[in-house]
Every structure is written in C-alpha cells, then in structure tokens.
C-alpha cells in the first residue's frame, strides 16, 4: 500500500507530470523509501491491529469458555456481546485510518502516529467528499470485481459445454457436474480482480487525499496541483484571483528522494 501511495503522490505533486520531476522509476523509489525509511512505521500499524485482533480472539475465547455461565446470566452475555462488537468496530476504523495514515507516510514521511493524526484531520474536515468518493469507489470496484469473476465463470460453462464431446458423458475427460470447475474459475478470478483493483482503490484514496492537502495548501492562491477535471468531480474549489500577492503556490509536500 505505501508503495504505490509514494508512487502516486509523486505524481500528483509534480507541476508538469514528467519523468524530471518525478523520476525514471516512481514505484521502484517509492518501494525503496518505505523499505529504508518506513519500514518501522508499517510495522507499527500493522502490531497496533493485532493487538486488537488478539484481544478480540482472547475475547472469543472466554466467550465460548462461559457459555454455560452466560445460560444462567443474561447481563454478562450482553455485555459480551457488546464489548465484541465495540472491539469489531474499533478495528475497521484502526483498519481504516491505518490505510489513510500510510498513505501521508509516504506522501511526507512523518511517523506513522503524526500521520494518523493527520490523517484524522483530514478526513473530518473533508467528510463529505471522503464520503461520496468512497462510495462511488466500492460500488464501481465491486461491480468490476463481480463483473470479472462472472465472465470467467460464464467462458468456463461456455468452454465446456462448446467441448462436449472431450468433458461431456462419455468423453475422455468426463465431469459429472460443470459446477466444480467453474466454482472453482469464479473464485480465482474473484481473488485476482480483487488484487488488481485494490491497486485502483489504492491510488484513489491516495489521490483523494492529495487532494485534500492540495485544497488546504493553496486555497489562498489557486494555484492547486489537482487538474481542473479532478477538481470538477470530487467538489467545487473556491479560487481566489491570482493577485501579486497571493499568486505563490504553497509547496508540495516533500515526496522526492529523502
């Protein structure tokens, strides 16, 4: 994830969108940097997320432990329920704010807790745009995936209906049901859409809070990074006439070689 958020930041924040400005090999750097500067704040995500999948687990356990307990006592059967679902919810939002605060990671280079605090700011005072984008992003991404996945499907019941005479009753190599091989064809391709798309979603959340940053840098100039098309799909951005004075483009967050 923070290889190609490095990747993709080094493209936004760069004025002309060439190779000079962001080098020869953008992902190649990007992978070198969270490699040798990074790697200790990736980590500490990551631990961050398993002590609440230990502790949820350790939780699962004394639940099933106490089931006979719990018979006999309905409050200590809500309140592990509750105390389950609060700690279900507190990882998909570390899980979340993780994802966004590895991307400022490599767009800044800041520890992994300045990102996160970032992150966090970020995303409230942009909670209308974070909103819509993420949504537009999981319907059309699972609609591609779900897409993928039934047209591999679907050429695999054609493939073997279209050769009968080898898979068919009687054939060479006879199936007594088509389900097994395109149960089988769906699943991999869902696994492999799922892979190449998380690398699109990827790259939009990367750009979204490019844009964000963007936004909050130079507002006061209008001199933004962000193309006008991004600008028009995600909000309208206010900008302010390009005076003397406030002609001066904030610079871009420090994405080059550290």
């Not at 750097?29 to 969270?34: A, D, E, L, V, Y």
Request: proline share 3%; hydrophobic share 50%; charged share 15%.
């Amino acid at each position: 994830m923070c290889t190609i958020a490095g990747a993709v930041s080094r493209f936004y924040w760069s004025r002309n969108k060439t190779s000079d400005e962001m080098g020869r090999f953008p992902v190649l750097t990007s992978f070198k940097n969270c490699f040798r500067y990074h790697l200790g704040s990736l980590a500490f995500g990551a631990f961050v997320i398993a002590v609440v999948q230990f502790v949820r687990a350790a939780l699962l356990y004394l639940d099933h432990q106490t089931q006979d307990l719990q018979k006999s006592n309905a409050v200590l059967k809500v309140v592990m329920k509750v105390v389950q679902c609060c700690l279900w919810c507190l990882e998909k939002c570390l899980r979340f704010l993780s994802k966004n605060a590895y991307i400022l990671v490599a767009m800044k280079g800041h520890s992994f807790c300045a990102s996160a605090r970032d992150a966090f700011r970020i995303l409230l005072s942009n909670m209308a745009q974070v909103g819509a984008v993420s949504t537009v992003t999981f319907l059309l991404l699972g609609a591609g995936k779900l897409a993928i996945a039934l047209s591999c499907a679907i050429a695999t019941f054609a493939y073997l209906e279209h050769d009968s005479a080898r898979y068919g009753v009687g054939g060479s190599h006879e199936l007594s049901s088509p389900m097994a091989p395109i149960l089988l064809a769906l699943g991999l391709a869902w696994f492999v859409a799922a892979a190449l798309l998380g690398v699109y979603e990827m790259a939009i959340d990367t750009i979204l809070l490019c844009f964000c940053e963007d936004r909050e840098l130079n507002k006061a100039s209008g001199q933004f990074f962000m193309s006008d098309a991004l600008k028009t799909f995600v909000s309208n951005v206010p900008v302010a006439a390009k005076t003397p004075a406030a002609s001066v483009a904030a610079p871009a967050p420090a994405v080059a070689d550290i």
